[in-house]
Each structure stands twice: as structure tokens, then as C-alpha cells.
């Protein structure tokens, strides 16, 4: 409730016209939901260049400000195995730099049933055997988190998620990741190994004690069902635990809540496949601009753009954060 509550706070502030328009209702039916519907129908009949206009793409960030006003923010446990190729890649080359037989240390939180964390760990020890990966698995619900541990999926696992949580994988893949019995799939030890999964709160102020310093830290598509208040705060709780030289993946958050602390805090965005990491979820770029989580074009006639759209920064020394 509180973070609705600071949504409506936010917008308000913003957009009081829009916000009061929103939340209209006429005989029990939202003239703002209509009006959007209305859009995308005739949205999915414009021809491309129609839809690259500045007019039109100023349109649709306008339209995108209705969607959010309108809507109720909530909790999603919704996740994929290799959800986003691009961002993988990047942790696969940055893990690339470690010397030979080190250890790294990764945090992954809201993991959800675990998907993203046995991916992260398919893709580094594929890459480097030679590497100890030890990694904090961390969420906020108790029962997704004893559900991530089993690490076993079963065509009924998309009832939880929302859809086919192995869509994203090719036969080889499927065959590599999992041990397989009938259709329960369940995840090879050699990916289970090193976790710990802990039940925890992302905006803890003793996040960083309870994980200790961390390589690289992951936040992805979770701060966008908070308010953007409540998101500031979180984002500048999530980078305290990455070591000074480290990486923050932050992805699925409001972008100008991200560019903010980003620019305030000085992180350095990393330029390695910035287009390719934001375009690599298409669940959320292909939501645009109807829903709240949906993610706008990347625009690189921004001067902002590489901080804007950067899922991954090099995170400095703890005094700049
Ligand atoms: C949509 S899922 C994202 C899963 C995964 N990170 C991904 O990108 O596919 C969001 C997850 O974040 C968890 N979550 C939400 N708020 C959290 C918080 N404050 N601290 C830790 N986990 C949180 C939820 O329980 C849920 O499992």
C-alpha cells in the first residue's frame, strides 16, 4: 500500500491533470484504459518510420505516463532461464578478466524461483571452470526461495511465472542446464554448487553486512513495482555491497530513477553492448509503451544516453556513494 500511495504522490506532483484523468471512472469503467486500448490498436498499424518521428515518439512517452498513472503497481515473480543474452555476455567478458583460479563473488537479488541465478552460473562456468564462483541468491519471499533451491521446473512452473519459464532456451541449452525426467527438469549440481539463498529485503540498510563485498551485484526487474521514491532509496541501498572496481546490473527500474543516482553517485556506465542489453529483454521493450514496466526505444540523441541506458556501471570508491 505504501508504495501505491507514493506513486500517486509522485505523479501527482508531476502531472495532476493527467493523474486525476487517470484514475477517472465512468459506470465503473476507466476512460484512460479505453483510451489506451484505442492506441494500441491503431499502434500496432503504423509502419515503423511512422512510429520513429520525434512527434510520435514524444507521444508515446506521454502515453506511457497515462499507462503508469493508471495503473496499480504490483509484485511479479515472473522470470526466464537466459532471460537477457546481452547481459549474460557482458558478465561472461568482465568475469573473462579475472586471473586464473581466483574467486568471484556475485549477488543476485529478487531471484525470484531462481532462473536468472543458474543462468548467470551456466554462463560464467561454462566460460571459466577454472573460476570459484560463489554466489548470494537473494529474495524477499520465503516460499520462491525454497522453490529456487530445488532448483527442479516442471512444465506447471509457468503457472507461477506467467509463462513458459524454459521459452527462452534452445533444445542444446535445455539438454546442458538440466537433468531430465519425463518433463521435470531439474537443474545439474554442477550449477547448484556455491550458492547461498537467503531470505532477505533489497532495501535493508544492512544489505551490505549481511553480503559482505561483492564483485558484481545484480538488481534486475524488481525496483519497477516499487514507487520511484522507494526505488531511489533501494538502488542506493543495492550498490553499497559492490567492491570499489565492481559492477551493478540494474535493470527493470524506472530510467530516470536510474540515471539520477547514476549521475549523482558518478557510476561509470559500462559502453560494451548497451543497445544490445537494453533491446535483450523482449518482454519488456515489447511492453512499451502500454504497461508500466515497459521499457522506451533507446534514443542516442540523448546526451544522457550511455548513463541512461546502461544496464551496467563500474561502481567507484564507497565515499561516492
Ligand atoms: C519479477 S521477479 C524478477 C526475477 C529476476 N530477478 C528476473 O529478472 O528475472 C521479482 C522478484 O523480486 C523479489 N523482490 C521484490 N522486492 C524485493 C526486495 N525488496 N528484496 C528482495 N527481493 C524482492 C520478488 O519476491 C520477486 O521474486
Known amino acids: 500500500m505504501r508504495s501505491e500511495n507514493f506513486i500517486v504522490i509522485n505523479s501527482e506532483v508531476s502531472h495532476p491533470i493527467l493523474a486525476k484523468a487517470a484514475r477517472l ?11 489506451l486500448r484505442l492506441n494500441k490498436r491503431i499502434w500496432e498499424h503504423l509502419p515503423s518510420r511512422v512510429r520513429d518521428l520525434h512527434s510520435v515518439r514524444s507521444y508515446e512517452a506521454w502515453l506511457h505516463t497515462l499507462a503508469c498513472l493508471s495503473a496499480k503497481r504490483q509484485q511479479f515473480f ?24 581466483s574467486t568471484l563473488r556475485i549477488a543476485v537479488l529478487g531471484c525470484s524461483i531462481g532462473a536468472e541465478v543458474y543462468s548467470i552460473l551456466w554462463t560464467i562456468r561454462s566460460a571459466r571452470p577454472d573460476l570459484k564462483v560463489i554466489l548470494e541468491a537473494v529474495d524477499i519471499s520465503k516460499d520462491i526461495l525454497s522453490f529456487a533451491e530445488k532448483g527442479i521446473y516442471t512444465p506447471d512452473t509457468s503457472e507461477l511465472v506467467g509463462a513458459s519459464i524454459f521459452e527462452r532456451l534452445t533444445k542444446a541449452e535445455m539438454v546442458e542446464m538440466f537433468d531430465w ?47 520511484r521514491a522507494d526505488a531511489e532509496k533501494c538502488l542506493r541501498n543495492v550498490v553499497q555491497p559492490v567492491s570499489p572496481g565492481g559492477y551493478l546490473f540494474v535493470s527493470g527500474i524506472d530510467l530516470d530513477v536510474r540515471t539520477k543516482v547514476a549521475l549523482d553517485l558518478g557510476w561509470e556506465p559500462v559502453r560494451e553492448l548497451i543497445a544490445e542489453i537494453h533491446d535483450g529483454d523482449r518482454s519488456l521493450r515489447a ?14 540523441k540523448r546526451h544522457d544516453w550511455q548513463t541512461r541506458y546502461a544496464a551496467a556501471f563500474r561502481i567507484g570508491s564507497p565515499e561516492r556513494r
Open 181 to 227: 525426467e519425463g518433463d521435470r527438469a531439474k537443474v545439474k549440481s554442477w550449477l547448484r554448487e556455491g550458492i547461498t539463498w537467503r531470505l532477505g529485503d533489497a532495501t535493508d540498510p544492512e544489505l551490505v553486512e549481511i553480503l559482505g563485498p561483492q564483485d558484481i551485484v545484480v538488481a534486475s526487474n524488481f525496483l519497477c513495482h516499487m514507487s
Open 78 to 101: 515472473g522470470t526466464f532461464f537466459l532471460r537477457n543474452r546481452p547481459a549474460l555476455e557482458l558478465m561472461r567478458r568482465l568475469a573473462g578478466q579475472k586471473p586464473h583460479g
Open 25 to 35: 471512472q465512468v459506470l465503473g469503467k476507466s476512460p484512460a484504459g479505453f483510451y
Open 287 to 300: 511492453d512499451w509503451p502500454w504497461a508500466w514496466w515497459g521499457l522506451e526505444p533507446l534514443n542516442r
